[in-house]
């Protein structure tokens, strides 16, 4: 990938450390007691739900072995994705992506703005699957994703897939323990899962000659429900530990499958589980493998907190989002650098929109609008719609935020209407439900 030039150099504040703090205190998970179903065994299952559960909470990642994928379809496809990346380029990027083909190899990905140390190839479970083609709102078109298959190694698609719906066995067992651990019915988020959205990435982290600058992958959260990784044994993996902050090394354990929590599960759980943030650092000696697989509903899924974990004492924190807008408008920070922060389900929460709001609503005699919040966050690409405002006495209300109405701003006048007009050049928009 040559020198690390000024696009691959992180921000000061978020360049890795020298020295690497491994901790060993994320959970190792025995999968055990669910390959033997059979058996009376039901402590061990519950205390396995329990684990899981405190994994999520306190971590929102943990690691699992004794999990049922076949050591031997890891195997064939490692051996292949090396293959594959030890082509020249001309070769892989005969199979390049684009904005317009989703899938396929990339060496160009941007996270939160920087260029990553890394190449990638991605792939869909399914031969075919649909995805929002983009994030405008009145935007319809749904176009078919299918997957682009290098010529060479010839083995590489049969190990792909035979890999793939092994570790989709995985997925369902994780979704029906974390169902479990949240108090809800094991088979609570099946029907999220009746035409899921599967894909899987083979990420290739070439020695870096200057790795105290750069990143493999800049920290994020993943934006699906869950993420299933299986990594080498070189490492590179930190997550930011919610205790302190401190960014911590993941210990490569042989065999095992690191676990984490997607945005998705965040927002279904109403915050009792966190989308955790986590990046990849390099080294200036070795490469680096890992296959990341990705499990996520439908792209016409609304995600709202599920009913079950609300109530009049602990309300939905978040607003529903059309998933297959949130993905077009994650992907465009894939290919390009952008002005703002990319969309993130922060943006949904109910508090952070009352905050912004508080923060941007400046109502004079002169002045009857308003475009975006504080931080250049436009109101229109958080909701997707230009919002209502009215007066109810001393407060300012939208939906079912009310604020209060700061001395000196005019009075609207009781259901005068106070519309947002969308914003041009900033967030783009997401539609709501």
């Not at 990938?1 to 020298?18: N, S, T, Y």
Request: glycine content about 6%.
């Amino acid at each position: 990938m040559g020198e690390a030039d000024e696009a691959f150099v992180q921000a000061i504040e978020h360049r890795p450390k020298l020295s690497v703090t491994e901790d060993e205190g994320i959970p190792l998970i025995y999968l055990s007691p669910l390959s033997s179903p059979n058996d009376a065994n039901t402590k061990n299952t519950d205390d396995l739900v329990v684990e899981i559960g405190n994994a999520c909470k306190k971590w929102g990642f943990f690691q699992v072995i004794n999990h049922g994928v076949p050591l031997e379809k890891r195997q064939k496809i490692e051996d292949a994705m090396r293959k594959f990346f030890a082509q020249p380029l001309e070769e892989k990027r005969k199979v390049r992506k684009d904005e317009k083909k989703a899938v396929g190899y990339y060496d160009n990905e941007h996270t939160k703005n920087v260029r990553d140390w890394k190449e990638v190839f991605d792939f869909v479970v399914d031969k075919r699957i649909l995805m929002a083609a983009s994030h405008e709102p009145e935007g319809k078109e749904v176009p078919e994703t299918l997957n682009q298959w290098p010529d060479y190694p010839p083995e590489l698609r049969e190990s792909c897939e035979e890999y793939a719906r092994e570790v989709e066995k995985l997925a369902y067992k994780l979704m029906e323990l974390i169902a479990l651990s949240l108090g809800l019915p094991a088979s609570r988020f099946s029907s999220f899962f009746e035409d899921p959205t599967r894909s899987v990435r083979l990420n290739h982290y070439p020695p870096c000659p200057a790795p105290h600058l750069a990143l493999g992958v800049g920290r994020h959260k993943d934006p699906g429900a869950l993420t299933i990784l299986a990594q080498d044994d070189v490492g590179g993996l930190e997550v930011k530990r919610k205790s302190d902050g401190e960014w911590v090394r993941i210990k490569p354990t042989p065999d095992a499958y690191i676990i984490n929590v997607g945005d998705i599960l965040q927002v279904w759980s109403n915050d009792v589980y966190e989308s955790v943030e986590h990046r990849v650092t390099v080294n200036s000696e070795k490469e680096r493998f890992s296959i990341p697989f990705f499990f996520s509903p439908p792209h016409y899924t609304m995600v709202r907190p599920l009913g079950e974990l609300t109530s009049e004492q602990n309300p939905a924190k978040y607003r529903a989002y059309n998933l297959g807008k949130f993905l077009a408008t994650r992907r465009q920070s894939n290919f390009k650098k952008l002005d703002v922060e990319n969309i993130q389900i922060s943006h949904f929460k109910v508090q952070e929109l009352a905050n912004e709001l508080d923060g941007a609503l400046s109502i004079n005699k002169n002045q009857q609008s308003v475009g975006s919040t504080g931080n250049g966050v436009p109101l229109s690409g958080l909701t997707g719609f230009a919002p209502q405002f009215e007066s109810q006495g001393s407060r300012l209300c939208w939906e079912n935020l009310c604020l209060p109405v700061r001395a000196g701003t005019s009075s609207l006048g009781c259901g005068t209407g106070l519309k947002v007009p969308p914003t041009v050049g900033a967030l783009p928009r997401i539609p709501r439900d």
